[in-house]
C-alpha cells in the first residue's frame, strides 16, 4: 500500500512559480509510475504530467507543456511539479497519484492510490 502526501500549494501571482511536492510512503515507490492531476471547481479533473518508475520518461498535458516539470527520487521517495509562468487557469486542487501502469497514468486514469490534494491559486 502506498500512502502519498501533496505539498507546497500557495497563492501566487500570474508568471510567478509554485513547486509541489508528493512524498509517499511505503517501500515500493520505485514499482509505481506517478502523475499529477488537477481539478478546477466545476470542471473535471485534469491530467497534468506523469513519470515513469525509473524517472526516464515523462509525459505532459497540452496545457502545460513547456511550463511545467515533473521529477521523481526514488531514493527520498518523493515526486516533484515544477511550476513555472503560472497563468490563473492553473488555479486548482492539484492532487499525485500513483500507479503500477505508466500507461494509465498517461492516459489520465490512474486506479492505484491518491493524494488529499493542495490547492494552488494564481492571482492576474
Known amino acids: 500500500q502506498v500512502q502519498l502526501v501533496e505539498s507546497g500549494g500557495g497563492l501566487v501571482q500570474a508568471g510567478g512559480s509554485l513547486r509541489l511536492s508528493c512524498a509517499a510512503s511505503?517501500?515500493?515507490?520505485?514499482?509505481?509510475?506517478m502523475g499529477w492531476f488537477r481539478q478546477a471547481p466545476g470542471k473535471e479533473r485534469e491530467f497534468v504530467a506523469a513519470?515513469?518508475?525509473?524517472?526516464?520518461?515523462?509525459y505532459y498535458g497540452d496545457s502545460v507543456k513547456g511550463r511545467f516539470t515533473i521529477s521523481r527520487d526514488n531514493a527520498k521517495n518523493t515526486v516533484t511539479l515544477q511550476m513555472n509562468s503560472l497563468k490563473p487557469e492553473d488555479t486548482a486542487i492539484y492532487y499525485c497519484?500513483?500507479?503500477?501502469?505508466?500507461?494509465?497514468?498517461?492516459?489520465?486514469?490512474?486506479?492505484?492510490?491518491w493524494g488529499q490534494g493542495t490547492q494552488v491559486t494564481v492571482s492576474s
Open positions: 513519470i515513469n518508475r525509473s524517472g526516464a520518461s515523462t
Open positions: 511505503g517501500r515500493t515507490f520505485s514499482s509505481y509510475a
Open positions: 497519484a500513483a500507479d503500477l501502469s505508466y500507461g494509465t497514468v498517461v492516459t489520465g486514469r490512474p486506479t492505484g492510490y
